[in-house]
Each structure stands twice: as C-alpha cells, then as structure tokens.
C-alpha cells in the first residue's frame, strides 16, 4: 500500500487559510489533492499524531479533518492501516481514449473531437509513397514477410538513434504495427501476471488498457501540471517492481519533460532496484519550440526498452511503430514479437523510411500547424482566466486545470454544443479522479479555433448552473 508522509502533505496543501476553520481547510485540502489525482485511491494518509506535527495543528483538528473526509466518502479508517484515501464508488476501470467508430454518431453532424491528438498527412507523405511504391518491387520476390522490420527501416532507426547520441545496432530494432504493437510486444517480454508496475496517472489510456490485460498489478503515481511526484514514485519502486512505464518527452497529457538531471537520477533509481525502464517516445520528435539539448532514456540507463512511432511525428496512418532494445532482451522481444502477427507491412514500413531520409522529426509546416493551433486553444485561458494551463514546448495537447472539479459535466455539456472532449478521468490510471482537468489536443487548428467559443459556452452554462444550485440553497 502507497503512503503519504506528514512533511509530503503539508507541502502539497501549501499554506492554510486564516480566514477558514483550520479542520475544514485540511479536509477541504486533502479532498482537492484527491480529486486532482495527486493522492491516488487507496494510498495511507499520515497517522493524526504524524500530521499534527507536520502541520502544526492541534489533535482535534485533525481528527475532526479526517471525520469530515470519511462523511464525504473520501477516505476511510482501517483498523491496522490509518486512515486511507478512497474514490467513492471506488476505482472505475477504462476511460480509454475513443478512436473512430467506437461511437456511434461520431463524424454526424457538426462535431469537433478533442479526444485524440493526431495531425493530417503531413506534406511529402505523397512523393514518400511514389517513391516507396518504386522501391516495393525489390521486395516482391520473396514471400514479403518482415518479422523484425524491412532491413533500411531498421538501419534508419538505428542511425537516428546514434544521431541522438545512443549507438544503436540494427539489430536492436524491431518494427511493428504502430507503438502501442510495440508496447504490448514489450509487456509480453518483460512483464509477468502478478509483476507490479509503476505507472504515472495521469497517462495515456491505452498503454493502461494493454497493461492490464498483462495481469500486472498497477501501481500508479501523481504527476502534477509542474512535475512527477518524486517521492511517490522512488517509494513505489523501492516496494518492488518489475518494470516502470515513463513518457519523459512531452509527456501525454501534462506536457512534461525531463531534463538530463532528471533522467539519470530516474535511472539510477531503476538500477538500484532492478526495474525495466520501458520509455514510451511516441512524442519525443514533436517538439515545438526549440529541439530539446537532452540525451534519450537510452543514453542514462543501458537496460532500459524505448518505444517509438511514425504515428505523430508524420502521420497515424501509416501504423509503424519500433522498439529499441537492450542486447540482453533481444531475444525475448523477438520471441514475444512472433506471438502477436508476422511482421507490419512492407509498404507502409518504405513509406516510413522514404519520410525519415527526408527528415526524422517534424515537417516544418506540420510544426507551424501545431505552434498555431496551439496559440489557438490558448485562447481559453484569455476567456476563462480561472483555468490555468503550463504551455508545453511540444506534444500534441495542453492540460488545463479548472478552477472546479467539473471535468466529466463539462464534456456532457460541450457534446451538446459540438465539441467531443474526455474529461481528466479518461487518462487516469484509475479512469477516475482528474476532475479538475481536461485534455484538448492542438494537432488541427482549424478545430482548436472552432472548439474555443463552445468550450466557453459550455463552462459558462457550468457556472450558471452552479449559482442557481446555490442560490436555490439559499432561499429554502
């Protein structure tokens, strides 16, 4: 079981609030890190005697603090455990990002999605098919089958992670359908059923779906707008782990990156305790502002897997993914790799090496799309200045923090005016909490534009709705 210390809390709740009793300003506190997804459901709050000598406040106080957080339904008393965080209802599994068809009146009528961050055929993608579709009649002799990837595509990955300051062997590459084919190939290598895995919440819901159908046991950890949560994280690890799933390139959704400190002392906390870094780089290409002066995970720990796709940096169509391995798991993932199909197809792994010649990494007219999409849903902040947003240097999406925990009522409200929007749930590890937040991918701005007035529509009728509940309290 997670737990939180007395001096980790204080400093999450800030400052108190001298104008609040100070019992409701400490349950008030703890619901809204719970709510937020900074304390994760079943984590261990500080025993009383703990928290009053962290605080500074009187036993009663935090008794009474704690009472007020079980009548909310929020956190419960165990007898041999304290007092521990709960979701009420409890957990709720899924929260998967949607994709195409899994809703039935997606694309009917006028309807802007916000639920997925990819961008259109990049310019180039059809002289990279021409040329592609002359290079295929090489590989037409044979019976076309690639488990581990056409040979050049393989080569071109390579170098472009020696480029990047990783010496990378070909034969340590292996293509696949798409990254999440890569990640699943990579659980199947190095994760067991019962393996605990640390995972950060919030996420992307997908790679938790596949986790999941390992058998693993998750162990989620808060990262916040700001940074990951450090201490939950090396407790997490030091408890024993099998492997951590980490997103250090602009992560999804936060937009977080780890600078060269961060990653070699993350990796420094895998060696001391044995864990499989798996480091998902679908996004490290989509920087926006400045290329990063970072070194890849690969580069601080030896042993770690990387993941990487054609997916964002050039177009989702294309459904080519890679994996990078350590020498030592080479075998395990290419005997993990033969049990989920034979190979991606020939085409759309030349299409994909025709793109990386021209260039590994963003199309610049594709990177001026984004900078102007993003400029565009930045708008919101200029309409509703009470929902906070740190600007990403890259990725696909911004994650705003509202000043209300509104997040699933918001996204009902937008569908009614056109706007199709996961509330913060959807990347939860729980695939619940986050209310506080939503996610809206920039990758199209010609949405982001048009969803920005019925975002504000739809958060105004919130507030709305909220002040007549109140004055209707009043005048019963």
């Known amino acids: 079981m997670q737990h939180i210390t ?17 019992y409701l300003w400490l349950a008030d506190g703890i619901h809204g890190l719970v709510a937020d997804g900074r304390l994760l459901h079943g984590t261990r709050l500080p025993s009383e005697r703990e928290l009053v000598d962290a605080v500074g406040a009187s036993r009663t106080t935090v008794t009474r603090a704690y009472a007020v957080l079980g009548e909310r339904g929020y956190a419960v008393a165990r007898r041999g455990s304290g007092t521990v965080v709960q979701l009420p209802g409890g957990p709720v ?36 098919l021409e040329s592609a579709t002359a290079r295929l009649p090489a590989y037409v002799g044979g019976a076309g089958y690639f488990p581990l990837g056409v040979p050049e595509l393989r080569e071109l990955i390579a170098a472009r992670y020696a480029e990047r300051g990783v010496p990378t062997d070909p034969s340590q590459i292996f293509v696949t359908s798409g990254a999440l084919s890569a990640l699943v190939t990579v659980f199947r290598a190095v994760i067991g059923r019962g393996d605990r895995v640390v995972i950060e919440s919030p996420t992307y819901a997908h790679s938790v779906d596949a986790l999941r159908h390992t058998g693993a046991r998750l162990v989620p950890v808060p990262i916040g707008p700001v940074e990951v949560d450090r201490e939950a994280r090396d407790q997490a690890l030091a408890a024993g782990a099998g492997a951590m799933l980490a997103l250090p390139d602009f992560h999804n959704p936060t937009g977080l990156s780890l600078d060269d400190d961060d990653r070699a002392r993350l990796a420094r906390v895998w060696q001391r305790h044995g864990v499989v870094g798996i480091v998902d780089e679908t996004l490290t290409e989509v920087w926006l502002d400045e290329a990063p002066d970072v070194l890849p995970m690969a580069a601080h720990s030896r042993g770690c897997v990387s993941v990487g796709s054609a997916s964002k940096t ?39 090496a025709e793109l990386m010649r021209t260039s590994a990494t963003l199309h610049p007219d594709a990177r001026a799309g984004f900078i102007e999409s993003r400029a565009a849903l930045l708008q919101l902040g200029n309409a509703l200045p009470q929902w906070e947003v740190r600007v990403p240097s890259g990725g696909l999406s911004l994650w705003w923090r509202m000043p209300k925990p509104r997040a699933t009522r918001l996204a009902a409200i937008a569908r009614q005016h056109g706007v199709l929007l996961d509330p913060g749930s959807a990347q939860a590890v729980q695939g619940s909490g986050l209310e506080h937040y939503v996610r809206t991918p920039f990758a199209l701005a010609d949405a982001a534009r048009a969803a920005v007035p019925a975002l504000v529509r739809s958060w105004e009728q919130i507030a709305q709705d909220d002040a007549g509940s109140r004055g209707g309290g009043r005048s019963r």
């Open 93 to 128: 599994v899924g929260g998967g990002e949607p994709l195409p068809g899994w809703v039935a009146d997606d694309g009917v009528g006028d309807v802007i999605d916000l639920r997925r961050a990819a961008q259109a055929a990049p310019p180039g993608l059809r002289e990279a």
């Open 314 to 352: 050039f177009w989702g169509g294309l459904r080519i993914g890679w994996i990078r391995a350590p020498r030592e798991l080479v075998g395990a993932i290419a005997a993990a790799r033969a049990t989920l199909d034979l190979g991606a197809p020939v085409l759309e792994q030349l299409i994909t």
């Open 6 to 22: 007395g001096r980790r809390l204080t400093t999450l709740l800030g400052a108190p609030d001298p104008g609040r009793p100070a």
